[in-house]
């Protein structure tokens, strides 16, 4: 499996889709769609690359979303383009952050795709890796919300494209995920390593620890752990990283192992914390899962959670799976209970 892996190596996404040999062929309509969005995504790439010389794109438009998040002008054309390229595969509903409500493009289509068409759009203008989240579904006859409101698990394809130094498709059809590479010079996604796997352990973690002082005792105690270093109860030194950038965060875990964590925390707008299920925690955990790794809310897997709204916020814990498993156990094994660290405390690390 490990030749045939290497042999295919440099197959454009169009050769790899239709390959019989890759353990199941992908569905027709699948394959449409997935193509789609790549070629959607080698438009984005492009404005990308031109950076301010494409204008403003990281300019507020004056508008929000529906979930309140101001809309950037790139998030607004990324949106568009996606939009577009779908019309033009078997896509019976379209879900996405830039839009308040389920949207149908072909009646008689056999898909559901949702998207966040530019995730991490508050690094436009600063040059740091952003990207488009994916996740397609079969069509369910019950209609619009049948169609998304569903098990992640339910997922036949999900997948990211990350607009960095080179614009890569992290891409899972339910048989392992693959890494794509856009090739400048055909403008053609091409595969780059077949069987992606997320190292079972290492010693990294991904936080926001400005926002320590609203975190639940599980996740603190967790990360305080993690900052004693040798000398705390891991025994051993971590390093702490933190992008602010989903993608950016996953394609780091997923090419080098750790943890990451967007947890609920105190305030009432993160009580169910800030990540949306259908269009970025369920597609992030389908790779994840399918790369070695795990995705939790804390307790519960990620694929198992069935949405109830579009715009569902979960918290979003993910990486390489012992890791996910600990952060599991602080939520639920008493042991893990402890009185709080003084690392954060009038002395603490990061006090003055």
């Known amino acids: 499996m490990e030749a045939l892996a290497v042999r295919r190596v440099g197959l454009t996404i169009d050769q790899f889709l239709s390959d019989g040999s890759r353990g199941g062929q992908v569905h027709l309509e699948v394959s449409e769609a997935i193509i789609a ?50 019309t033009e595969a078997s896509v ?53 919300t049948a169609s998304f409101f569903r098990p992640g698990r339910e997922q036949v394809a999900a997948g990211y494209f990350v607009y960095g130094p080179h614009t890569a498709l992290v891409l899972t059809t339910g048989t392992g995920t693959q890494l794509f590479v856009l090739d400048p010079a055909e403008q053609k996604f091409k595969l780059a390593d077949a069987q992606l796997r997320i190292v079972p352990t290492t010693s990294e973690f991904a936080i926001n620890a400005s926002n320590y002082r609203h975190w639940l005792d599980p996740v603190r105690t967790f990360i305080d752990d993690c900052l004693g270093g040798a000398e705390g109860p891991r025994g051993r030194d971590f390093n702490m990283r933190w992008v602010a950038s989903l993608v950016a965060e996953t394609h780091r875990i997923i090419s080098r192992g750790g943890v990451f964590l967007y947890p609920a925390d105190k305030r009432g707008r993160y009580a169910n914390g800030r990540l949306r299920l259908i269009y970025e925690a369920a597609p992030i955990a389908f790779l994840v899962e399918q790369a070695g790794g795990a995705a939790i809310d804390g307790i519960d897997p990620i694929l198992e959670l069935v949405p109830s709204e579009l715009h569902q916020r979960t918290p979003l814990i993910f990486g390489s799976a012992d890791k996910v498993r600990r952060v599991q156990s602080y939520h639920t094994d008493p042991r893990f209970t402890r ?14």
């Open 37 to 86: 969005l790549a070629g959607a995504a080698g438009r984005i790439a492009a404005l990308v690359r031109k950076g301010p010389l494409a204008g403003a794109l990281g300019s507020d438009t004056g508008q929000n979303n529906v979930d309140g998040d101001v809309q950037k002008k790139l998030d607004v054309t990324a949106n568009e383009l996606i939009f577009d390229a779908l």
């Open 92 to 144: 019976r509903y379209f879900a996405s952050e830039e839009e308040e409500a389920i949207l149908t493009l072909d009646k008689k289509g056999k898909l559901a795709v949702a998207v966040d068409p530019l995730d991490g759009s508050s690094n436009i203008d600063v040059n740091i890796s952003i990207g488009t989240i994916f996740s397609i579904y079969r069509a369910s006859d019950d209609g619009a």
């Open 339 to 352: 009185d709080a660290s003084p690392l954060f405390n009038t002395r603490g690390l990061f006090s003055a």
